[in-house]
């Protein structure tokens, strides 16, 4: 321990819940002079003990907690066994796919540190100023815990910077990652780039999601007794595509922004042997419109757009993009047709979620039945004391 943080008369009240983020306006005073990423106590105004946690001088979020045990002992032997447990709790994915989330945050009691697993390849990011203090006794947990020797790290999100890190990318341990590493996802195997693709290189928190779309798929071929036509909206490699197409889908329309995503999925398409395909290139919100303007009309639609909101001060301006693409998209679909619309904005909460999209079908003047609502997979687990961790949210509409 290198200091203390003294937290403001009141502000106890969220740690003594077990949040396990302080921000700087809760912070009375800094005693002692912690360095960046040193663990410190965090106490009461009272001088109440109330967790250990990584010190962000420079952050809006000051302090990340790794532990509300006083008697615990923050040091590398601690942190390696929590790196090894999150693994272990992963273990039964292995089953249907090499493609996991081995460690998820503050969900793993790892305020910051996120790792994924890519058949051989691990994958890590370095997200808060305790993880990267921590770096080497973190990544040689996950190597160790893990068996593979191969940690390629992809620190260059925008949360790194907000703790006043700046970007890494790079080897850490072993050799350089293949340009392409293939996977395997439910049976359909997919190709993920590592060094550029978005996040660590694949959406593996929507895994699930696109199994439902596959099953999806099926049901709605079998009940139509015909072939079913899928659109796939910000389709990045066309996992949904894939998905659709793996159920039956006799036609599936997937569009993206990205040239380079795109010809990544149409390679992804080729190495699973669907020819069902049409990739196009263009701005969604345009794309759907005009679409509607053709007459076109799908039995399945799959919204997955990128982050809309990425702090409270965007909330507005993302609950009308969402609205909008949820409205065209609606307008698609075809009487008894299934919609699938997500969203990964942490600042748009479920209830907020659920509010635009049923705006979006009362301007749409369509009838929906929601069938269930949607979120990241059990590799991405939610702690219950932290519900900022419920990024990814999504709701099953089908028009009746």
Known sequence: ?????????????????????????????????????????????????LAWAAFAPDATLRA?????????????????????????????LATDTDAVRLVFGEADRLPGFVADRYAEQLVVQLQSCGAEAWRDVLVDALAQATGRGNVFERSDSATRNREGLPPAT?????????????????GLA???????????GYYVDQRDNRHLVRQLAGQAGARLQRPVRALNCFCYTGGFSLAAAAGGAAEVLSIDSSAEALALAADNAALNAQAVHGWQQADVFEALRALREAGRQF??????????ASTHHHVVRA???????????????APGGELLTFSCSGAISVELFQKIVAG???????????????????????LMTHPEGEYLKGLHLRRV
């Open 1 to 49: 321990m290198q200091g203390e943080l003294i937290l403001k008369p009141g502000k106890e009240r969220s740690l003594l819940r077990r949040h396990p983020w302080v921000y700087d306006t809760a912070v009375a005073r800094v005693k002692g002079k912690p360095e960046r990423g040193a663990t410190v106590a965090v106490r009461s105004a009272e001088g109440r003990f």
């Open 64 to 92: 990340r907690c790794w532990s509300f045990v006083e008697s615990e002992r923050i040091d590398a032997a601690w942190l390696a066994a929590r790196v090894a447990e999150a693994v272990a709790r992963r273990a039964a």
């Open 170 to 186: 790079g080897v850490l341990r072993g050799a350089e990652p293949a340009e392409r590493i293939r996977i395997s996802e439910h």
């Open 190 to 200: 997919l190709l993920v780039d590592v060094r550029r693709g978005h996040k660590t």
């Open 299 to 308: 039995e399945l639609v799959v919204l997955d757009p990128p982050k809309f």
């Open 319 to 333: 609950a009308r993009a969402y609205k909008d693409i949820t409205l065209n998209a609606l307008r698609l679909l």
């Open 360 to 382: 979006a079908v009362i301007d749409a003047g369509v009838e929906c039945q929601m069938l269930q609502r949607l979120a990241a997979g059990s590799d991405h687990p939610l």
